[in-house]
């Protein structure tokens, strides 16, 4: 399309008035802004038609991720960079009088995702498309996405997040791929065809929306398919069609509706349902235009479950088995259970989805009958392997206490089970699911989490790849096994030196952002020690805030008592109905406004709470961090990807021995992490013994005693009710996960950072260190991992 700085300017030019009726110069910002993205998405439509052909017409078995999120961020450079066009697109921009930053601001991160799970899928299929596998990404165009946070008053505030306002220049809508999505309704016999028949259902369009993926430096372009609810042709005569409307409208219009409610719940399983139905259907369609039948169909696709959210896609393919391609039971079951692969991303048992019974009969009724049918068979199976053990059968019932446990089901119809970390598999296989373990040999197997280096290294951090391409050559971007190259340049004075200047240009960047949106001042020669992720208990944002505060206490009462320069600074969304999450950012912000205004000690100690934590504001957030928070209660973090991100771009880890700590810990020796707090074993076993007391800490520990009651003395807030949610969960509730055993470890670990940070040649050392061993954490790794254990697809070659 183009090749040179002319080319650009001239197609440029050429849109801009063919789009709008003007020149460039005459043109607005948006309107510059919407034709490169264009330009870009068609630049890229070459070699996305190229590896669609070349994938059919090779008869290549294809991977289908069908995840509830994708979390892509912004696509723009990225895009550019991995087509090698970055540079001629910004020359080319810049004879224009157009700065291509300018530009690049003004597109918004898609709303297609909220937290690791979703950031998690996005490094996948960029590293898919790098590695040039043939992949498809499934999942649902929602119109507001999670939501977009603000601050107010220091409450989280929900309001949409308008993604759409511009437009989206990367989808390409395709209605010919339309198809209806079945709801309600009853299933009756048929006995002229001796078959099972879904009537007096409501239709629901599904129109999918397709995102190419752009490999780095290849020609291979995946896709990732979105799918939108429209109202059907066949209209439901038993409905007023305003409010059939509505429902449809409903079904992708946020991230996780709140489900507390009856309404919250039956819309998040239609969600669930809906894009697994739209995704199967398209890929049986497209399977079928190869093949004479779906005999083969295991053979030549692959479908990985993304979490328990699209494990309807087990009793959905049946359905379709049997139903519109005349499949016995048997034979159907086998193309399922050799076609579907489910990544668990949990150990919390509140966190494995289970739907009642009742609702899903009434909603999905047909596919309702065929998971009984599962089940029942399954219970054979289960007492046949166990000698009708009651106490085996119990414990791994697909439908029990009158609900459907979906990761159940996801094991019984999966080829394959997957933990995302070595301890969290290691949990899975010998704790949570060894039942299952025990009766499927061979069928748990670990793959530990990775991130995209290319976005989170050599995309957001452009000093640090610089003097990485300066120091070890440019080889780890397209082989990140090679950062270790660094390993022989760890104790160079010289490199420490650059990378100490690269870091300070980094938290400079950050430090602007924050003065301008938070109007806070903070010293860049202080400790930046950040904890951004979803705030959930586990995670213990609230150990580090309770940290703070004796921070604060201490040098109130000691004028002798100071720090080394520190701020802490935090990014997190709460659940909208997460009351307990809601009232520690409150807290983070009340102790931040006490704190960042106290004359006396803010020189030593400031707060920050950035707002809308997302993949954008990641990027100028991980490359500025010289600490990296990751505090949560051992043996409860599945797997963690922001540790990853922030050790690429040289911060120390801070935490326990928890997810994928453990394994960074592990590649970098325990010299260049601090590790504290208690193990996964030693939690459990303060669990089994009943004898864990949170008051006998609580009166045992003066400076624990002191930090809790500020929460209910009117220190952070004049009512003191205002924070007694969480004095009652650390209190009343016996701080279920053990901030108050770990509070005099993590104190002392934070001494160790105070004292190393202010050795910069050992401190600076760490950093390298911790580049250097994170090539094995990126997801080029992970991904070769499940192609040769799991998925075994071939390269696209043109």
């Keep these: 399309m183009f090749k040179t700085k ?50 059919q017409q090779k008869s290549m078995k294809q991977l289908h991720y069908f995840s509830m999120e994708f979390l892509i961020g912004r696509l723009l ?57 043939p992949a498809f990404g499934q999942t649902i165009r929602y119109d507001y996405g999670f939501f977009k946070q603000k601050i107010e008053d220091g409450y989280q505030v929900e309001v949409p997040d308008q993604w759409l306002q511009l437009g989206y220049k ?97 819309l998040r399983l239609k969600q669930q349902y809906f894009f697994v139905a739209a995704g199967l259907n398209s890929i049986v369609r497209a399977h079928l235009r190869v093949y004479k039948d779906l005999s083969n169909f295991h053979e030549k696709n692959v479908i990985q479950l993304n979490d328990t959210h699209p494990v309807l896609v087990i009793p959905e393919l049946m359905r379709i088995l049997l139903d519109e391609y005349d499949y016995e039971w048997d034979d159907a079951w086998e193309i399922v259970k050799h076609s579907c692969a489910y990544t668990n991303h949990t150990i919390l048992a509140e966190a494995l989805e289970k739907w009642p019974v009742d609702m899903m009969r009434d909603l999905l009724p047909r596919v309702y009958q065929i ?34 446990h979906m990761a159940h089901l996801a094991i019984a119809g999966s080829f394959s089970v997957n933990g995302v970390a070595g301890l969290h598999s290691e949990i899975l296989m010998t704790r949570e699911m060894k039942e299952f373990n025990d009766l499927y040999p061979g069928k748990f197997n670990n793959k530990t989490n990775g991130v995209t280096h290319r976005r989170w290294l050599a995309y957001s951090n452009p000093e640090l790849t610089a003097l990485l391409k300066e120091t070890i050559g440019d080889e780890w971007i397209k082989e990140p096994d090679q950062l270790t ?171 326990t021995l928890d997810g994928a700590n453990v394994e960074i810990a592990e590649r970098v020796g325990e010299d260049n992490v601090v590790i504290f707090g208690l193990r ?49 969960e650390l209190m009343s509730k016996n701080d279920e996960y053990f901030l108050l055993a770990d509070f005099e470890a993590y104190r002392q670990a934070q001494e160790k950072i105070n004292d190393l940070y202010q050795q910069r040649q050992k401190w600076s050392a760490m950093c390298l260190k911790n580049i250097a061993e994170a090539g094995y954490f990126s997801s080029d790794r992970t991904i070769e991992e499940y192609v040769r254990d799991i998925w075994h697809l071939e390269k696209v070659k043109h």
């Design 485 to 655: 190259c660094l390993n022989k340049y760890v104790n160079d004075s010289i490199v420490q030196a650059k990378f100490y200047n690269v870091k300070q240009k980094r938290k400079q960047v950050l430090a602007d952002y924050i003065k301008e949106h938070n109007d806070i001042d903070v010293d860049v020669n202080s400790i930046f020690d950040i904890q951004v992720k979803r705030l959930h208990a586990y995670k213990r944002q609230l150990l580090n805030v309770m940290h703070i505060i004796y921070l604060y206490q201490e040098m109130k009462q000691n004028p002798n008592f100071r720090i080394y320069p520190r701020t802490f600074i935090f990014g997190a969304k709460a659940a909208p109905s997460y009351y307990f999450a809601k009232k520690v950012i409150k807290l983070i912000n009340s102790v931040a406004d006490k704190v960042n205004n106290d004359p006396e000690t803010n020189q030593f100690l400031k707060v920050v709470f950035l707002e809308n934590y997302g993949v954008t504001l990641a990027e100028k957030i991980m490359p500025a961090a010289d600490v990296s928070e990751q505090i949560s209660t051992a043996g409860k973090e599945a797997s963690g990807t922001g540790n990853m991100k922030f050790m690429l771009n040289g911060a120390v880890t801070l935490g």
């Design 170 to 266: 990367w989808e390409v809508r395709k209605p010919k791929h339309a198809c209806e999505i079945k709801f309600w309704g009853k299933v009756i016999w048929n006995d002229k065809k001796g078959k099972w028949e879904h009537v007096e259902a409501e239709s629901v369009r599904a129109i999918p929306y397709d995102v190419p993926v752009v490999g780095n430096d290849t020609v291979i372009t995946n896709t990732l398919r979105l799918w939108k609810a429209e109202p059907s042709e066949n209209i439901p005569v038993n409905k007023d069609f305003q409010q059939y409307a509505n429902e449809v409208n409903m079904i992708c219009q946020t991230l996780y509706p709140d489900d507390s409610t009856l309404a919250g719940k039956i």
């Design 6 to 55: 002319e080319e650009f300017k001239y197609e440029f030019s050429k849109r801009i008035i063919e789009a709008y009726g003007r020149t460039v110069e005459e043109s607005h910002i948006t309107e510059k802004f919407m034709v490169l993205e264009s330009m870009v998405r068609d630049y890229a439509s070459v070699n996305w038609a190229m590896t669609k052909m070349a994938v």
């Design 371 to 404: 998971i009984e049918e599962i089940d029942r068979r399954f219970v054979g199976f289960v007492k046949q392997e166990t000698d009708g053990n009651e106490e085996i059968l119990n414990k791994v019932r697909i439908i029990k206490n009158g609900q459907v």
């Design 77 to 133: 450079v990225n895009n550019m960079m991995n087509l090698g066009i970055y540079d001629i697109a910004k020359e080319g921009l810049a004879e224009f009088d157009i700065n291509i930053h300018e530009l690049e601001e003004l597109e918004a991160d898609a709303g297609l995702g909220n937290g690791g799970l979703g950031r998690l899928a996005a490094c996948f299929i960029d590293s898919l498309a790098s590695l040039s596998y």
């Design 680 to 728: 996964d074993h030693e939690v459990e076993a303060l669990k089994a013994s009943h004898s864990y007391s949170a008051w006998n800490y609580y009166n045992n520990n003066p400076k624990i005693k002191k930090v809790v009651d500020s929460l209910t003395d009117g220190t952070f807030h004049p009512s003191r009710e205002e924070f007694k949610i969480i004095f009652d």
